[in-house]
């Protein structure tokens, strides 16, 4: 016999799933208009889906956390959304890694906040130091947007994290939830951070879950797919599901569909079997030519792979190859 007890709740759990791929399938299939779309997720967090990816809110009595800031060119939007959910500041930015989709608004978004400070630090800072929000990454994101003494940095100062952390994990409390930022070594980066907001029960995965593609794994800053599969385990950790392994604890990826654990588990899977198809070849001696002539993707191509863009299916093999004949060190 059917239990229906729980009805309600996973009824309204199933509601979320589907509004959440609604919109993002009109955002996929309407990206030329440049719409954003806000959805709650569970809790006090939302999602605001943009064209250059997800955007993760947390709203309070205290104030506002967002989770990456998305393009510049997007910033006044991601503002004006924000400013549908709540009246009080920014507080808070927290960035997944230091990609423009993830750091380029956070000029425009701290400048519209303000700073959590209190006692001798509040007299320490300036008017305009304490009038922006704190913006908060692992320290290898400012490494990468800062630059030595003497060279010209990518990006402006006022876009630099003000709060760094350089251990495999940082604790913060805010709005009444405990919030865990944990560093992921190696994986899209050598800077990525997943973002768990406890109390809501909601990951944050920035991109090193994408379930729209393949993840972008960026060699040339020592990112790795065996960081990113280490990632996707860990994601799976902290994931609870609810009833029949749907709902329970939501994913919000870099980009895409709002998912949850099994979502999670099926693109582990697949990516574990891709790694271990192409290190297998490695380990016959196989060139990178020979790799993609074998077409180990083949199978998942169809449902990850793309052509055409900044992301191929060839340009994705490369990064499996480079990163497992020379895993990258931390």
Not at 46 to 53: Q, R
């Amino acid at each position: 016999m059917t239990d229906y007890s729980n009805k309600g709740s996973f009824f309204l759990r199933s509601k979320a799933i589907l509004l959440a791929m609604a919109v993002c399938l009109a955002t996929s299939a309407g990206a030329r208009s440049q719409e954003l779309h806000t959805i709650q997720v569970q809790g006090n967090v939302y999602m605001i889906v943009t064209p250059g990816g997800n955007i993760a809110v947390q709203v309070g009595k205290q104030g506002v956390a967002v989770v990456d800031s998305g393009r510049a060119e997007d910033s006044e939007k991601v503002l004006a959304e924000i400013g549908k959910l709540t009246d009080r500041k920014i507080r808070y930015i927290v960035n997944t890694s230091a990609d423009a989709d993830r750091v380029g608004g956070n000029e425009k978004l701290a400048a519209a906040g303000i700073s959590v400070v209190g006692g001798n630090e509040a007299g320490q800072l300036s008017g305009s130091a304490s009038s922006v929000a704190n913006i908060v990454a692992h320290e290898n994101v400012m490494n990468r947007m800062s630059a030595p003494t003497g060279k010209e940095s990518p990006t402006p100062p006022a876009a630099w994290p003000t709060d760094t952390y350089f251990v495999n994990e940082k604790n913060m409390f805010f709005n009444g939830e405990a919030i865990q930022l944990i560093h992921i070594p190696n994986a899209h980066t050598d800077g990525d951070t997943l973002v768990f907001f406890r109390r809501s029960d909601v990951l944050v995965a920035g991109d090193i879950f994408t379930p729209g593609s393949y993840p972008v794994i960026d060699v040339l800053r020592k990112g790795g797919v065996q960081g990113v599969v280490a990632g996707l385990n860990e994601l799976i950790h902290l994931s609870i599901p609810a009833e029949k392994q749907e709902g329970g604890t939501y994913v919000i990826p870099g980009r895409g569909r709002l998912c949850d654990q099994a979502d999670v588990v099926e693109y582990r899977d697949m990516l574990t079997i891709i790694r271990d198809r192409v290190q297998d070849m490695i380990r016959k001696s196989m060139t990178l030519e020979q790799v993609k002539a074998a077409k180990p993707t083949r199978d998942y191509d169809p449902l990850y792979g793309s052509t055409t863009g900044n992301w191929t299916n060839d340009m994705f093999l490369e990064a499996v190859y480079q990163s497992l004949s020379a895993p990258p060190k931390k």
